[in-house]
């Protein structure tokens, strides 16, 4: 069993900055890409960022310069520091990770999302 948990989400000003995390945690082989999606109400599920295990980035258009993905292999983590924030930044943000578990099974697991709400 994999568990990925997010955490950092709240309510901030626009122009503010917020740090989510995500950690994944149980019968964990080997995690690939790492990544950020959001979903705003009545809007369709967007990438925001994604991370390999190696290190190499992708972002939406919408976030370049202003979010940047991060994370720690030795805690299992990726992180998203978002800068800059505008009120169309707010949906709840879900982690997403492609993990070979212990029996060598590749699954994509998702968090069960962390709300980010951003005041004008």
């Given at each position: 069993?994999?568990?990925?948990?997010?955490?950092?989400?709240?309510?901030?000003?626009?122009?503010?900055?917020?740090?989510?995390?995500?950690?994944?945690?149980?019968s964990i082989f080997s995690i690939n890409a790492m990544g950020w999606y959001r979903q705003a109400p009545g809007k369709q599920r967007e990438l925001v960022a994604a991370i390999t295990s190696v290190g190499s980035t992708n972002y939406a258009d919408s976030v370049k310069g202003r979010f940047t993905i991060t994370r720690d292999n030795a805690k299992n983590t990726v992180y998203l520091q978002m800068n800059s924030l505008k009120p169309e930044d707010a949906a709840v943000y879900y982690c997403n990770a492609h993990i070979e578990t212990t029996t060598h099974y590749v699954i994509n697991y998702w968090g069960k999302g962390t709300l980010v709400t951003v005041s004008s």
């Open positions: 069993q994999v568990q990925l948990v997010e955490s950092g989400g709240g309510l901030v000003a626009a122009g503010g900055s917020l740090r989510l995390s995500c950690a994944a945690s149980g």
